[in-house]
């Protein structure tokens, strides 16, 4: 029917009509509020979106779109242009000298189409002749539009009109189904495109005749659907019997070609499309004329769930117990089961050639590969057999003048001569390929099928898909988790590794992982995967994260901070986590140490495997009984440094060298609970000399008191491996480990908490910048005035401590930012009662530089400043025996404040602000290197 004939039915179905009222589109959209851009929904696609959208795309409907247009909303003016492209009719050249709309302009880019549809009753204003073309779409206003395109408005009309009969009406032809809306929201581009799809199967409508008193009669055409009669593409049904290698029965001699189908013993052409893999399926084809006047399928899709699918891996077939009727086999818990078969109407598709009078159907099962069973008529008896008996090779040397293929770990050639015989390769994209297109360290899947004629078919899967990532876990029954997905080994790595000739894969190692044809790992390489490293685990949250994830943040073996967000299911020393659970979240944060080293793989940016010094508490016996670090580190291929931690001073007391090897060593806070600041943490990679000394003398064995040995590639765990340095693990101040930095407080006052109590508020400078904080608990403060490390603390009244202005202080906070204790550095008033209580008590050197149990402090008067080498050159005068002592030490990116007592405040400053006579407060750096990592100036 052409275009003028369908606007002139149209037409005088309007008049048919007139008496009841034309309808209207009246009612306002407001899309739900986006922060990012209110034009696009929330709408969370799926497949079946993009298989539709691609759908349309190829019968010419819709214009190519991506995954980020689907979800966008559109209005009513978008779908103007929309309504033409469905109808097959052009706007372009049709122009208007007056408008049907009173805010359509008549020289609106569409005026032509919006006239062309108005005229056409397709489109309709409300009763002010307005259309509101920058209104949002709605869902009862997108069902009435394509209602109307598809002839069906007399329908709907008699149905009961807007929106009801519409509704009534779409929902009768299948329009409505999978739609996330309804009503009077915002459509977006995804559902439009599902009701638009649903209406092409409709039947046409078409015009018969006019009678007696001129008003046209119309009926629907059972055999012509809305996509045939607008567009004419018709719809093939029915089962594929046939492809460019073999039919489901071979008694037909007619030839196939490539790119041909065969659908119920007729034949299509498939221009530049591959459908072979539909052979024995129910499919819904759809086809158009070429200029020479024959059918041939641009699409072609399987008919919704009429086709069952059976899979059975060839290790798990019972072929003895095996009869003409029933397939028997193991399922994964070992239970026998079995699928019935068609016997009297069977076809069996043996490696892609029919086997015609196969004779017993257990003597066509394969040994190795699986086969795949088609019912096709929905009565659960297979109807088609696929039988797969097939190899795979990864590819080594190539010997194309002989058609031969070496595989690249037995080397066991493979002949692949198309010469000889009829030989099909396909690509990952089911495109034909050469021969000379195989490369070395491809995949292929390769089956061979005799027949009568002298020659086999051969038909080649190449595969070059690859994944780079950990394996999180081995199942109970072979399966490994990769970046969070379950694969298999395909048979040819199974066997390579039962061979020796690949080591077996275990829990953490991170390699580049090939697939074969089936998605099974069919060959890994771990030197060319990114590695794991090590790293210092400073701390573990849940706040910020979402509920599936945990947050950690790591100090790295790169002297790097990571804070990164885990997988939702994590896997520590091979045992898996759902953190999504409260339960499986509370396991993970018992499972992963604060505090100490750990191996940790990243899948794009977030964690997925770490690695600890644990025992293994999963399975002991299928890793290692003496902890997994150890286990997966020899097993892999992981990036080893030189290192050791020489602080360059006079006397063994500070020295430390690393005998020589492969060394990561890491220099962090003396406290339970880890600081923030980077400053506090270290990574050491220089090596001098092939011994150790802790305090006077050498020593031979691992020190085990304050440090942690880690191996990195041993067998055996010694001091040449990874060392960990932190601060020894005292009984003293452990909430004092939110922050070691020295602040100035600058003033003290009252205000209520979040539960309305009232809570002394403590104003305090770090580094120049004023913070505060309120307590907890007034009469309860963790208080202590000793280097934090070792303070031992007392819990006291506030009041009770004595603070005031300008004293320096260390401070812990909760979560919820409550001081909870409190450690006093220095006193500022020399005249106070308080003055032994504090960690400085005047002059004071306490540095202990190379002592590991934690970080120091002194308090002197500035000598000297090389701000060029950045070394402040200070002296201590004690009281107890008036000797004065000059100190130098580097100051590395120490924070300088200088505190004014006159005006009760701090600045930040830099080292070239420090004079000489200038009363400092210096906090060194935790660990073995003699640096400052803050000094504070007090005037």
């Given at each position: 029917?052409?275009?003028?004939?369908?606007?002139v039915?149209?037409v005088?179905?309007?008049?048919?009509?007139?008496?009841?009222?034309?309808?209207?589109l009246?009612v306002?959209?407001?899309?739900?509020?986006?922060?990012?851009?209110?034009?696009?929904s929330?709408?969370?696609?799926?497949?079946e979106d993009?298989?539709?959208?691609?759908?349309?795309?190829?019968?010419?409907?819709?214009?190519?779109?991506?995954?980020?247009?689907?979800?966008?909303?559109?209005?009513?003016?978008?779908?103007?242009?929309?309504?033409?492209?469905?109808?097959?009719?052009?706007?372009t050249?049709?122009s208007a000298?007056?408008?049907?709309f009173?805010?359509?302009?008549?020289f609106?880019?569409?005026?032509?189409?919006y006239?062309?549809?108005?005229?056409a009753?397709?489109?309709a204003?409300?009763?002010?002749?307005?259309?509101?073309?920058?209104d949002?779409?709605t869902?009862n206003?997108?069902?009435t539009?394509?209602?109307n395109?598809?002839?069906?408005?007399?329908?709907?009309?008699?149905?009961?009109?807007?929106?009801?009969?519409?509704?009534?009406?779409?929902?009768?032809?299948?329009?409505?189904?999978?739609?996330r809306?309804?009503?009077?929201?915002p459509?977006?581009?995804?559902?439009?495109?599902?009701?638009?799809?649903?209406?092409?199967d409709?039947?046409?409508?078409?015009?018969?005749y006019?009678?007696?008193?001129?008003?046209?009669?119309?009926?629907?055409?059972?055999d012509?659907?809305?996509?045939?009669?607008?567009?004419?593409?018709?719809?093939?049904?029915?089962?594929?019997?046939?492809?460019?290698?073999?039919r489901?029965?071979?008694?037909?001699?007619?030839?196939?070609?490539m790119?041909?189908?065969?659908?119920?013993?007729?034949?299509?052409?498939?221009?530049?499309?591959?459908?072979?893999?539909?052979l024995?399926r129910?499919?819904?084809?759809?086809?158009?004329?070429?200029?020479?006047?024959?059918?041939?399928?641009?699409?072609?899709?399987?008919?919704g769930?009429?086709?069952?699918?059976f899979?059975?891996?060839?290790?798990?077939?019972?072929?003895?117990?095996?009869?003409?009727?029933?397939i028997?086999?193991?399922?994964?818990?070992?239970?026998?089961?079995?699928i019935?078969?068609?016997?009297?109407?069977?076809?069996?598709?043996?490696?892609?050639k029919?086997?015609?009078?196969?004779?017993?159907?257990?003597?066509?099962?394969p040994k190795?590969g699986?086969?795949?069973?088609?019912?096709?008529?929905?009565?659960?008896?297979?109807?088609?057999?696929?039988?797969?008996?097939?190899?795979?090779?990864?590819?080594?040397?190539i010997?194309?003048y002989?058609?031969?293929?070496?595989?690249?770990?037995?080397?066991?050639?493979?002949?692949?001569?198309?010469?000889?015989?009829?030989v099909?390769?396909?690509?990952?994209g089911?495109?034909?390929?050469r021969?000379?297109?195989?490369?070395a360290?491809?995949?292929?899947?390769?089956m061979?099928?005799?027949?009568d004629k002298?020659?086999?078919?051969?038909t080649?899967?190449?595969?070059?898909?690859?994944?780079e990532?950990?394996?999180?876990?081995?199942t109970?029954?072979?399966k490994y988790?990769?970046?969070?997905?379950?694969?298999?080994?395909?048979?040819?790595?199974?066997?390579?590794?039962?061979n020796?000739?690949?080591?077996?894969?275990?829990?953490?190692?991170?390699?580049?992982?090939?697939?074969?044809?089936e998605g099974?790992?069919?060959?890994?390489?771990?030197?060319?995967a990114?590695?794991?490293?090590?790293?210092?685990?400073?701390?573990?949250?849940?706040?910020?994260?979402?509920?599936?994830?945990?947050?950690l943040?790591?100090?790295t073996?790169?002297?790097?901070?990571v804070?990164?967000?885990?997988?939702?299911?994590?896997?520590v020393?091979?045992?898996r986590?759902?953190?999504?659970?409260?339960?499986?979240?509370?396991?993970?944060?018992?499972?992963?140490?604060?505090?100490?080293v750990?191996?940790?793989t990243m899948?794009?940016?977030?964690?997925?495997?770490?690695?600890?010094?644990r025992?293994?508490?999963?399975?002991?016996?299928k890793y290692?009984?003496?902890?997994?670090?150890?286990e997966i580190?020899?097993?892999?291929e992981f990036?080893?440094?030189n290192?050791?931690?020489?602080?360059?001073?006079?006397?063994?007391?500070?020295?430390?060298?690393?005998?020589?090897g492969?060394?990561?060593?890491?220099?962090t806070?003396?406290h339970?609970?880890?600081?923030?600041?980077?400053?506090?943490?270290?990574v050491?990679?220089?090596?001098?000399?092939?011994?150790?000394?802790?305090?006077?003398?050498?020593?031979?064995?691992v020190?085990?008191d304050?440090y942690?040995?880690?191996?990195?590639?041993?067998d055996?765990?010694?001091?040449?491996s990874?060392?960990?340095?932190r601060?020894?693990k005292?009984?003293?101040?452990?909430?004092?480990?939110?922050?070691s930095?020295?602040?100035?407080?600058?003033?003290?006052?009252?205000?209520?908490?979040?539960?309305?109590?009232?809570?002394?508020?403590?104003?305090?400078?770090?580094?120049?910048?004023?913070?505060?904080?309120?307590?907890?608990?007034?009469?309860?403060?963790?208080?202590?005035?000793?280097r934090?490390?070792?303070?031992?603390?007392?819990?006291?009244?506030?009041s009770?401590?004595?603070?005031?202005?300008g004293?320096?202080?260390?401070?812990?906070?909760?979560?919820?930012?409550?001081?909870?204790?409190?450690?006093?550095?220095?006193?500022?008033?020399?005249?106070?009662?308080?003055?032994?209580e504090?960690?400085?008590?005047?002059?004071?050197?306490?540095?202990?530089?190379?002592?590991?149990?934690?970080?120091?402090?002194?308090?002197?008067?500035?000598?000297?400043?090389?701000a060029?080498?950045?070394?402040?050159?200070?002296?201590?005068?004690?009281?107890?025996?008036?000797?004065e002592?000059?100190?130098?030490?580097?100051t590395g990116?120490?924070g300088?404040?200088?505190?004014r007592?006159?005006?009760?405040?701090?600045?930040?400053?830099?080292?070239?602000?420090?004079?000489?006579?200038?009363?400092v407060?210096?906090?060194?750096s935790?660990?073995?290197?003699?640096?400052?990592?803050?000094?504070?100036?007090?005037?």
């Open positions: 029917m052409s275009n003028l004939r369908r606007i039915s149209t005088l179905i309007l008049a048919m009509i007139a008496a009841s009222g034309v309808f209207t009246g306002f959209a407001e899309a739900e509020s986006n922060a990012n851009d209110p034009m696009v929330d709408v969370t696609l799926n497949d993009t298989v539709i959208a691609e759908k349309l795309t190829t019968f010419g409907i819709i214009d190519a779109v991506g995954d980020e247009d689907l979800v966008k909303y559109l209005t009513r003016a978008d779908m103007i242009g929309i309504l033409m492209k469905y109808l097959k009719l052009d706007g050249t049709t000298d007056t408008t049907p009173l805010d359509v302009s008549v609106d880019p569409q005026i032509g189409a006239s062309m549809l108005f005229k009753g397709y489109i204003g409300d009763d002010n002749k307005m259309y509101r073309p920058n949002l779409l869902y206003e997108a069902v539009l394509i209602v395109a598809m002839g069906y408005k007399m329908f709907a009309v008699r149905n009961g009109g807007y929106p009801e009969g519409y509704l009534y009406t779409a929902n009768k032809y299948g329009l409505l189904s999978g739609l809306g309804n009503g009077q929201n459509i977006p581009y995804c559902d439009l495109y599902r009701i638009m799809e649903g209406s092409l409709a039947d046409a409508v078409v015009q018969r006019f009678g007696a008193d001129g008003e046209g009669e119309f009926e629907l055409q059972k012509v659907s809305v996509l045939e009669e607008i567009y004419g593409i018709k719809e093939i049904k029915g089962v594929v019997t046939g492809n460019e290698n073999t489901l029965l071979s008694s037909n001699s007619q030839l196939i070609d790119n041909q189908i065969e659908i119920e013993n007729v034949i299509y052409d498939t221009p530049d499309l591959v459908y072979a893999d539909y024995g129910r499919v819904i084809a759809y086809a158009e004329e070429n200029d020479q006047k024959e059918y041939e399928i641009i699409y072609m899709e399987l008919d769930n009429k086709n069952r699918e899979e059975v891996q060839a290790d798990d077939l019972l072929i003895d117990e095996t009869t003409s009727s029933r028997y086999y193991e399922d994964e818990n070992f239970k026998e089961k079995h019935n078969v068609d016997a009297a109407n069977l076809s069996v598709i043996y490696n892609g029919s086997r015609t009078g196969y004779g017993q159907l257990k003597n066509t099962l190795s699986y086969i795949v069973g088609v019912d096709n008529t929905g009565d659960d008896a297979v109807d088609v057999l696929f039988v797969y008996e097939f190899k795979n090779i990864v590819v080594g040397t010997d194309l002989n058609y031969k293929f070496y595989d690249k770990y037995t080397n066991e050639a493979t002949i692949i001569d198309p010469d000889k015989d009829d099909r390769i396909y690509n990952a089911g495109k034909s390929m021969v000379g297109d195989i490369l360290d491809d995949i292929l899947t390769i061979e099928t005799d027949n002298g020659y086999k078919l051969i080649v899967y190449d595969e070059r898909k690859s994944l990532g950990t394996v999180e876990e081995i109970s029954d072979n988790l990769i970046d969070g997905e379950y694969y298999e080994l395909a048979y040819n790595l199974d066997g390579y590794i039962e020796g000739e690949l080591p077996p894969l275990k829990a953490g190692t991170t390699a580049t992982f090939y697939l074969d044809h099974k790992l069919a060959n890994y390489e771990r030197g060319t990114t590695t794991a490293i090590y790293g210092f685990v400073a701390g573990v949250d849940t706040k910020g994260s979402i509920s599936s994830r945990l947050t943040k790591i100090f073996q790169d002297a790097t901070w804070t990164a967000e885990t997988v939702d299911k994590v896997n020393d091979g045992e986590y759902s953190v999504g659970t409260d339960e499986g979240r509370k396991q993970a944060l018992a499972a992963i140490p604060v505090g100490e750990v191996l940790f899948s794009g940016d977030k964690i997925n495997y770490i690695d600890t010094a025992i293994n508490r999963g399975n002991p016996s290692s009984d003496t902890g997994n670090l150890n580190a020899a097993g892999s990036e080893h440094r290192g050791m931690c020489n602080e360059k001073g006079d006397g063994s007391l500070n020295k430390f060298v690393v005998k020589s492969n060394c990561i060593i890491f220099s806070p003396a339970d609970e880890l600081l923030d600041n980077l400053e506090d943490y270290s050491t990679t220089s090596l001098a000399k092939n011994y150790y000394t802790v305090g006077a003398g050498q020593y031979n064995q020190v085990t304050g942690f040995v880690y191996n990195t590639g041993e055996d765990i010694n001091v040449a990874c060392i960990l340095l601060g020894s005292s009984a003293g101040a452990s909430s004092l480990g939110k922050s930095a020295f602040v100035v407080v600058t003033k003290i006052s009252s205000a209520i908490n979040d539960e309305g109590e009232m809570r002394t508020k403590l104003y305090y400078d770090q580094n120049g910048s004023e913070l505060s904080n309120l307590l907890k608990d007034d009469d309860k403060v963790d208080y202590s005035y000793d934090a490390g070792a303070a031992q603390p007392t819990q006291k009244k506030f009770e401590i004595g603070l005031k202005i004293d320096v202080i260390q401070l812990a906070t909760d979560e919820k930012g409550y001081i909870t204790a409190i450690n006093v550095a220095y006193r500022i008033d020399p005249n106070s009662t308080l003055k032994t504090a960690w400085l008590k005047g002059q004071q050197y306490s540095l202990s530089f190379g002592n590991y149990n934690g970080e120091g402090a002194a308090s002197g008067i500035v000598k000297k400043v090389n060029t080498d950045k070394i402040l050159q200070f002296s201590v005068t004690t009281e107890t025996d008036g000797v002592k000059v100190y130098n030490i580097g990116s120490a300088v404040s200088i505190y007592q006159d005006l009760e405040k701090a600045e930040s400053a830099n080292l070239a602000a420090l004079m000489e006579g200038d009363l407060l210096i906090r060194s935790t660990g073995f290197a003699a640096t400052a990592a803050q000094i504070l100036v007090i005037r």
